[in-house]
């Protein structure tokens, strides 16, 4: 490998990680202003966040809403990811276009789409109508998940099964489902994560009485920063840290994102 | 399988299991005529499609209320009418308009090209990366930028570049002061590097994963130069990657909000900033309406470009 590659890359890697390690500094200071150097370590600013009350039920309400999306999620995700790459569909590349959608179109004006509908329908000021509007919007995340796993899938094991005797039913709940389900967690857990950080939707459809944390701390940047703000960003670092230990433990990380073939 | 959770004999657990089981074959062998439809895919897929339609309702919604006019004053909606598009390009407001467009497309293609070229070394680095604990610790140094979410990383560009932020501590040891990056195109430029890099480079891997290294050496061995191998094979074999990569580093940059907001102090809008304003607080959804219109048809326009002509075919 060239000098000039490497230089590029651990240079680009340094760069993407100066404002991550600047977070976790800084809320390690433990002081009401973010100096930096900070003078002193403590954990007091995660002991504030928790001890404020917009903070706290924030980080609440954005655990809930990743919970919620991976419950609305998940049934609708697995079958038709099952319909569109095991199954012979009609159509096949324009409904998984359709299905797709959400990461095609710019966030604010799906965002602006479901404010129109969800005004209409009288159901802004809930939780759960946001966290519909961010499966639909996240949801090709999950599909190609799952979707990796099926087309990784041997369909020799299925054929072994069955001359072994074993029922349709048995043969996709103790062969295909088990061969499927590291996919199907990766993008749950994928679900979760981005549910749980999401912003710009969550911003839109979000009242005064029902902020999630990303949307308080961007609130509260307006104002004086401070150390509770970085506490809030680290608490995002060690769940980004944490899922990213639990997927690597299902698949190699290089698959999460990795395209299936179509077909 | 074990199902109930108190502590019986494992036996009775697994013969528990096993009923289970044959009650399913049982309710599949009674339907089965009808759970082999051909109509069976299209029925796993109506979940989906009405989560999904909920999105398209909506953007229906907004292109309804584009081409209709609205009387703000009584809030009643009017004929249908180009006025909204109107407004937005041709009324008072139609310089700050054509501003903003102009600086989120401008800003966009930047960080489509600076975070495309700074993927390609980066996850070339990763792909040929000898040591597995090595990759496994550089995927995670890529990975946690790109899932903290906009805020954080906003708010970290944001304290690294403020006024006693790590940036002017860095350059006071030098003796330079006063550096104000902040509410510059310059720190959201910066800014929207961290949002796309990530994601470029994951969407780069697979295809730089296909790349058999057998070839860069025969290139070596035929006397290739190592940028000509570079320019020759690598490149040109990453070419599907490098086409996804910019796609999703175009919607993602073309659909900022956060960076704008905060790295330029709210003195530079976005497209989406500017729909915020239009939405709450001059609550107009109706003009909103046709600039979401505006952002959604220059991002397909972007995106069909970048598919159907790939990315960089004219050899560079």
């Known amino acids: 490998m060239g000098r000039v590659v490497r230089g590029f890359a651990i240079g680009s890697l340094v760069y993407l990680c100066l404002p991550t390690s600047i977070v976790l500094i800084s809320s390690l200071g433990g002081k009401g202003t973010l100096d930096f150097p900070p003078d002193t370590i403590s954990l007091s600013a995660y002991g504030d966040l928790l001890g404020n009350s917009d903070m706290r039920s924030g980080l609440f309400r954005s655990v809930l809403l990743g919970l919620m999306c991976v419950a609305f999620a998940a049934i609708p995700g697995v079958l038709a990811a099952l319909a569109l790459f095991r199954h012979r569909v009609r159509f096949q590349p324009l409904l998984s276009g359709i299905l797709t ?50 087309s990784n899938l041997n369909p020799e094991l299925e054929d072994a099964a069955a001359t072994l005797g074993a029922e349709e039913v048995q043969r996709f709940l103790f062969v295909t489902f088990p061969a499927i389900l590291p996919g199907i967690l990766t993008g749950l857990i994928m679900m979760f994560v981005f549910g749980m950080g999401e912003f710009l939707i969550t911003m839109i459809l979000s009242t005064v009485d029902n902020q999630t944390l990303p949307v308080v701390m961007f609130g509260s940047l307006r104002g004086a920063v401070s150390g509770t703000l970085a506490a809030g960003g680290g608490i995002y670092i060690v769940i980004s840290l944490v899922v990213i230990f639990l997927v690597s433990r299902l698949r190699s990380i290089e698959e999460i994102l990795s395209r299936p073939e179509q077909g | 399988m074990s199902v109930s959770v108190d502590t019986k004999p494992r036996a009775r657990d697994l013969a528990f299991g096993w009923r289970i089981v044959d009650v399913l074959i049982a309710v599949r062998s009674k339907f089965a005529p009808v759970l082999h439809g051909p109509w069976v895919p299209y029925a796993m897929l109506i979940p989906a499609l009405a989560l999904v339609g909920l999105l398209v309702y909506g953007l229906g919604n907004l292109a309804w209320q584009s081409f209709h006019s609205f009387d703000a004053f009584r809030a009643q909606e009017g004929a249908a009418s180009l006025d909204q598009y109107r407004r937005i ?36 680095f990763i792909v040929r990366m000898r040591s597995n604990a090595w990759r496994l610790v550089t995927l995670v140094l890529l990975l946690v930028p790109f899932l903290i979410g906009d805020v954080v990383r906003a708010f970290g560009w944001y304290i690294l570049l403020g006024r006693h932020g790590a940036l002017t501590w860095f350059l006071g040891q030098f003796g330079v002061e006063d550096v104000r990056v902040l509410g510059t195109l310059w720190a959201i430029w910066l800014g929207m590097i961290q949002v796309g890099l990530p994601i470029a480079v994951l969407v780069l891997l697979p295809a730089m994963r296909r790349i058999d290294p057998d070839l860069e050496r025969a290139a070596a061995t035929l006397g290739a130069s190592r940028w000509k191998t570079w320019t020759r094979i690598v490149i040109p074999l990453a070419r599907p990657g490098l086409a996804s990569a910019a796609v999703i580093v175009w919607v993602l940059s073309m659909t900022e909000f956060a960076m704008p907001q ?41 995106l069909l470009l970048l598919t159907r002509f790939g990315f960089g075919r004219a050899r560079r």
């Open chain 1, 101 to 150: 959608l959400g990461l095609a179109t710019p966030l604010v004006v799906s965002g602006m789409a479901f404010l129109l509908v969800y005004t209409r329908l009288g159901a802004i000021g809930e939780l759960w109508p946001i966290a519909i509007a961010i499966t639909a919007v996240n949801f090709p995340i999950l599909l190609y998940a799952v979707a990796s796993s099926i």
């Open chain 2, 262 to 302: 905060v790295l330029g102090l709210g003195r530079l809008p976005f497209v989406a900033n500017e729909l915020d304003t239009m939405f709450f607080f001059q609550s107009n959804s109706y003009v909103g309406s046709a600039l979401a219109m505006t952002l959604l048809v220059i991002v397909f326009a972007g």
């Open chain 2, 89 to 124: 390009y041709t009324g008072s407001l139609s310089n700050h308009i054509f501003d903003t467009i102009g600086r989120t497309v401008g800003l966009s293609l930047a960080a489509v090209i600076t975070n495309v070229t700074l993927a390609v070394p980066l996850a070339y």
